[in-house]
């Protein structure tokens, strides 16, 4: 029997064109998008430039797709590639290996779990309330989620729940847009009661109750299909490690979802645009004072990565209630 054969696009642009072509490519038919730089586990190019990786179920919807593509964007590079075999599904795996997260808490995927096992939660809630609760551990398989914990707008949201363990301990907290839910499962791993986790993608929301049950955190995880339109409750830590253009048409959204006296994480923002999102959340309906700037510098190729990336922490003004 042949093996199995997948028809892909390749497109080689930068990354101001990164989200346009990726759009344009599901509506020409791909039923799937990936985008590859210097900060994924596939890299791309280098030279400043990114790799969009489109799969598609037939030559066919591939090379039309190519063609049009070639037409549309002439200082691009455009590509069809066949993959043959199913060895491609699990390349990324070999370069995701155990790393720090935070100074205590460990990420490993689950062919490569590291010693020593993390605690169960009732001990997570109580080592929490040290300065630095040491030897935790979260097992995490992204699959096409994205949240490895590899990226700088993820581990700098991820600095400030483990700066704040303490007012963490028992709070439930909301994960907005939480890929592979890896900043609701840490917040429950540092002492969290409960969290709450939505991606407007479905197909990611399995990966989060598969990696909250690999952990033995299904108790303590909720995740659903959904925007932030759904959610009607308040919550006193809410995190959005979104885009700034995503993160702009929701900001009052977001803000009604923060308790009284609550805490309000964003990432995903860059350096050039923190003046603009700390004067958009800090000049909404109700008072959110800015707390906390994370900033992580990375100096790479990319434009984005030269910019460097921002996270924001703000607290809500009003006193918590009893």
């Known amino acids: 029997m042949s093996e199995p054969r997948f028809p892909q696009v390749h497109v080689e642009l930068t990354p101001d064109e990164a989200d346009a072509v990726s759009s344009a490519l599901f509506d020409l038919g791909a039923s799937g998008v990936e985008e ?5 586990l596939l890299k791309g190019p280098g030279g400043g430039r990114i790799l969009v990786v489109a799969s598609f179920d037939t030559s066919e919807e591939a090379a039309d797709a190519v063609t049009q593509l070639t037409e549309a964007l002439p200082d691009a590079t455009v590509r069809f590639v066949e993959v043959v075999g199913d060895a491609w599904r699990d390349e990324w795996k ?22 020593p096992a993390r605690p169960s939660v009732d001990d997570a809630a109580t080592a929490a309330t040290d300065d630095v609760a040491a030897g935790k551990i979260l097992v995490l398989e992204p699959g096409r989620a994205f949240g490895t914990g590899l990226h700088s707008t993820t581990s700098l949201v991820a600095e400030v729940l483990e700066a704040n363990a303490k007012t963490l301990t028992n709070a439930v907290v909301l994960d907005a847009g939480c890929g592979s839910g890896i900043l609701a ?32 955190l299904a108790d303590h995880v909720r995740a659903f299909a959904g925007t932030i339109a759904d959610v009607s409750e308040t919550f006193p830590w809410v ?20 308790a009284p006296g609550g805490h309000l994480v964003l990432s995903g923002i860059l350096t050039a645009e923190e003046e603009t999102m700390t004067s958009r959340f800090g000049s909404l309906g109700r008072k959110l ?17 030269r910019d460097g990336w921002v996270a924001l922490h703000f607290v809500d003004a009003e006193p918590a209630t009893a």
């Open 239 to 258: 995190l959005a490690n979104i885009e700034s253009r995503i993160l702009d048409p929701i900001a009052d959204d977001l803000a009604r979802a923060v």
């Open 36 to 40: 590859r730089d210097d900060l994924t």
């Open 289 to 305: 004072r800015l707390v906390d700037v994370r900033r992580r510098e990375t100096g790479g190729e990319r434009a984005h990565d």
């Open 94 to 115: 070999k370069y995701y290996t155990p790393f720090a997260l935070t100074p205590s808490v460990t990420v490993c995927p689950p062919w490569d779990v590291a010693a």
């Open 185 to 216: 499962l840490l917040a429950v791993v540092l002492g969290a009661k409960r969290a709450v986790a939505f991606d407007i993608d479905p197909d990611v929301i399995a990966v989060v109750r598969e990696n909250a049950e690999r952990n033995g």
